[in-house]
């Protein structure tokens, strides 16, 4: 973010000395986008933060993609990848892979356990948290994020997932993370922001939304010791199809732990938004998707649709027009909303939809004359638009139900996936 902050203890002028109760220096890190000529922030490091005392290859598992061909459009359900009984699952490792090109991963995962320290080389992650709870500790500092948060992650971000675990503070279920990998950064749409960074009166959000990081920064905080060599999990670059960007692991062991940033400023940290403070935009006839965006990469965007007041010109049609975004694949996962109106459609909470270009899709049969008159649309859904084709992961192809391409002829192939005309109402896609 564009917007400057700060936290703990931090010099006076930068690139002075700062120096530890003992008269010790702190060893100052800056942490940049795009060379030196973007967003940073400088941190202050009880330990030189290039100091590590061993490596191994980390194994991050299946991340073979499948092309979707013959070209289909899909429904994915991402509940059926987990047990309810799987336990032991965490939000790094355990994640696995639905989609994905060479631009960005999406991967799901329903995690219970601490995630070890983990740091993403390749780009800044969002990661929406669909149910649950989670305490998430960063070199920023640290948030308490639930239901409906975004969290936006820069690149390099040291940091590790705690779920809250049922029973804990009242939340019932399990910490459900769907995780959105950039091969870039993610950031608010450029349309949104001023010239000097400053979100814009036309933003569906502003600053006052998004949460900083919060105390505590170091390792005693937490209960843990400073000196404590501590393993972090650090994803990055290798060889292999571009499909997966060509992703390997490697495991660093610091000789200390990895809370030792005494303080830090500037533009460039983590936080979260959540989807309640999102403020939609509506109009007399049917707005399009970009009015719901959220944030962005490169090759693709993070739009999310929320519950809102629809058309209200006297002949509008509600449901969106059938439609060909003949420059991208589009995939929606459905989250909330009053899943009646669409009884029999295959789509539900935990659903995701994959449209993909060259396709052209819209409501299915009788949900284009039922919207009309309806007024107000109870619906939460993250969409993700991506330029470049994507492939099903191995756990897209786990969960595909098989049939979602044929839900608009009346289930006269593959035996389902139909409402026979009652009609989804569900507007966003
Ligand atoms: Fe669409």
Redesign the pocket.
């Known amino acids: 973010m564009a917007y400057y902050q700060r936290l703990g203890s931090v010099p006076g002028k930068r690139h002075t000395q700062h120096r530890n109760p003992d008269g010790g220096l702190y060893y100052e890190e800056l942490m940049g986008e795009e060379g030196f000529s973007s967003d940073s922030s400088l941190l202050y490091h009880r330990g030189i933060p290039s100091q590590i005392s061993d490596a191994r290859a980390w194994d991050l598992g299946d991340l073979d993609t499948t092309p979707n061909h013959p070209l289909m459009p899909r429904h994915l359900k991402l509940h059926d990848l987990f047990e309810a009984s799987s336990a032991g699952v965490d939000v790094v490792t355990g994640r696995r892979l639905v989609l994905g090109n060479g631009d960005v991963r999406i991967s799901y995962a329903v995690a219970d356990a601490p995630s070890p320290w983990y740091r993403n080389g390749i780009g800044d992650e969002c990661v929406y948290v669909e149910r649950g709870a989670a305490r998430v500790e960063t070199v920023f500092g640290a948030f308490d994020v639930a239901e409906g948060d975004y969290l936006v992650i820069p690149r390099a971000t040291t940091h590790r997932w705690l779920p809250v675990t049922q029973g804990d503070q009242g939340y019932a279920e399990p910490l459900r993370a769907y995780c959105i990998e950039g091969n870039s950064h993610i950031a608010p749409p450029k349309r949104y922001l001023s010239r000097y960074g400053q979100l814009l009166e036309h933003a569906p959000y502003c600053e006052r939304d998004l949460r900083p990081p919060q105390g505590p920064l170091l390792a005693e905080d937490i209960g843990a010791k400073p000196e404590e060599p501590t393993e972090v999990f650090i994803k990055h670059r290798g060889s292999g199809p571009d499909s997966t960007g060509g992703l390997v692991g490697t495991v660093y062991t610091y000789p200390f732990h990895p809370l030792d940033v005494v303080g830090w400023d500037g533009c460039l940290y983590p936080y979260a938004f959540n989807v309640a403070d999102y403020m939609p935009i509506t109009g007399k006839v049917h707005q399009p998707?970009p009015v719901h965006q959220v944030f962005e990469g490169s090759g693709f965007v993070i739009c999310n649709f929320v519950p809102r007041k629809v058309d209200y010109h006297e002949l509008s049609i509600p449901v969106?027009y059938y439609?060909s975004?003949v420059d991208s694949d589009?995939i929606m996962f459905y989250v909330d909303g009053d899943y009646e109106a669409r009884k029999g459609s295959g789509i539900g909470k935990g659903s995701i939809s994959v449209?993909p270009g060259g396709h052209a899709?819209g409501p299915q049969p009788g949900a284009y004359e039922n919207s009309i008159g309806v007024h107000y649309f109870d619906e939460l859904a993250v969409m993700i638009d991506t330029f470049r084709p994507l492939e099903l992961g191995e756990a897209g192809r786990a969960v595909d139900d098989g049939k979602y391409a044929w839900s608009w002829v009346g289930g006269k192939r593959g035996g389902g996936g139909t409402d026979g005309g009652k009609g989804e109402v569900f507007t966003t896609?």
């Open positions: 998707p969106p439609h975004n589009e449209h899709h896609s």
